[in-house]
């Protein structure tokens, strides 16, 4: 079955996680986000993959070239990021039968993805607490009998993850009117589907969405926690590993190194002497965490330098950043609150009472600088030796 993925948005939502690198391509658990949706489609049989691209489009097409594991690999450019009908649209050329669509930055559970390959046509739902922010499906006798985009009285708790598998006929009925909010949208297309054929509910055990920083970090605990350690890389005798560990050829632990799993580290990656890596790290490659450092529950992206004497935790850190020694995340407010975050201009909380700093790439933190947890700081951002930073810059 032809697969399409949606990789052609750039994840505004993301902050300064985004300036450079589109959304699809961040990491989780040492493969880009969209590398785990081609994986499941690859696993549930795809026959061709066409990925839509758009936002930084090189990046996507450098990372699957003209193959993906063995099966075949097309590009569609959407011009504009005018909405995910339009996006599939831009695919439409390449198409030729019934095909699947998956969103490009979702984590799905792949046993579901296969199944909804086998009982097309077909549709993956989850069930949430709050389904007023998604598409709403509702469900008669084993079939999908409407969907409604983000109602403010949700009929059914069943929230469309944008996986489904459209008929032929559907590669007619891409051209949607414009919506309310000035996009062109799928859940339109599928309306049409549901009409005029019988399409199936497939439940995914486990899904995310992966829109805000915080759920990049709660991607990489999920995806973490499911790997098998392997150690390729060079491990003092001195250092201590306990838990799920994963250590890439070319990456170096040096003495007094303890790593309490699941914890990624890529190749390149060099950690310590005398360091600490909490759960739910991820070390891209190239990173360097140095003498008398504590990481926890981070994403540490490629050529970062945490070398000395400093603490980071439950943050996300962008490409070739640099702090300063002593710099400190505080991840925990004093009044115990949940933690909010810039998200669009608007301060949202995170839902987490645990939650450091978002950093942009290039980023450079002088000397004992102190970093308030729900702290934005943008791509290129500087601070003075002994700053205490408590809003975005
Ligand atoms: P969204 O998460 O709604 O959009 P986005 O990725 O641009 O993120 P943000 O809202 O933070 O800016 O998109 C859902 C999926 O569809 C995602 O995989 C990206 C993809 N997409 C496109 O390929 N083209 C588009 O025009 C849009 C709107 C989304």
């Given at each position: 079955m032809q697969t399409v993925i949606l990789a052609a948005g750039q994840g505004t939502r993301m902050g300064p996680l985004t300036e450079s690198t589109p959304k699809p391509m961040l990491p989780v658990a040492g493969r880009p986000l969209v590398a785990h949706v081609a994986d499941a489609a690859v696993d549930a049989g795809a026959s061709e993959l066409v990925v839509v691209v758009g936002y930084e489009a090189e990046a996507v097409r450098s990372f699957f070239g003209d193959t993906y594991r063995d099966v075949p690999v097309t590009f569609a450019v959407q011009a504009e990021q005018a909405g995910t009908a339009d996006a599939v649209r831009a695919a439409r050329p390449e198409l030729d039968g019934a095909f699947a669509v998956l969103n490009g930055d979702n984590l799905y559970d792949p046993a579901a993805v296969e199944q909804l390959f086998e009982s097309a046509p077909s549709l993956a739902t989850y069930e949430v607490d709050d389904p007023s922010n998604y598409g709403v499906v509702s469900i008669t006798d084993g079939i999908v009998t409407d969907i409604v985009e983000k109602?403010?009285?949700?009929?059914?708790?069943?929230?469309?993850?944008?996986a489904y598998v459209f008929p032929e006929a559907a590669i007619d009925w891409l051209d949607v009117p414009e919506s309310e909010r000035g996009e062109y949208e799928i859940t339109d297309v599928v309306a049409q589907v549901i009409d005029a054929h019988e399409v199936t509910p497939v439940p995914l055990s486990r899904w995310r969405d992966v829109g805000r920083p915080w759920e990049l970090l709660e991607a990489n605990e999920t995806l973490l926690a499911e790997l098998d350690g392997t150690v390729d890389g060079t491990v003092s005798d001195d250092a201590e590993l306990r838990g799920t560990v994963v250590v890439e050829a070319g990456a170096t632990i040096e003495p007094g190194v303890v790593i309490e799993g699941p914890v990624y580290v890529s190749r390149g990656a060099s950690v310590g002497p005398n360091a600490y890596l909490r759960g739910g790290t991820f070390l891209g490659a190239d990173v360097h965490v140095g003498n008398g450092v504590e990481i926890k529950n981070s994403v540490i992206r490629r050529g970062t330098n945490v070398p000395h004497l400093s603490y980071v935790g439950d943050s996300v850190l962008g490409q070739d950043v640099n702090f300063g020694a002593g710099t400190n995340v505080a991840n925990l407010r004093h009044d115990g609150a949940t933690v909010h975050l810039t998200v669009k201009g608007d301060r949202i909380s995170t839902g987490r009472r645990k939650f450091g700093v978002v950093v942009g790439d290039g980023v450079k933190t002088g000397i004992n600088t102190s970093l308030e947890p729900g702290v934005t700081l943008s791509g290129g951002t500087v601070t003075e030796p002994g700053e205490r930073v408590r809003r975005d810059r």
């Open positions: 109602p403010a009285d949700p009929p059914t708790t069943y929230a469309n993850t944008g």
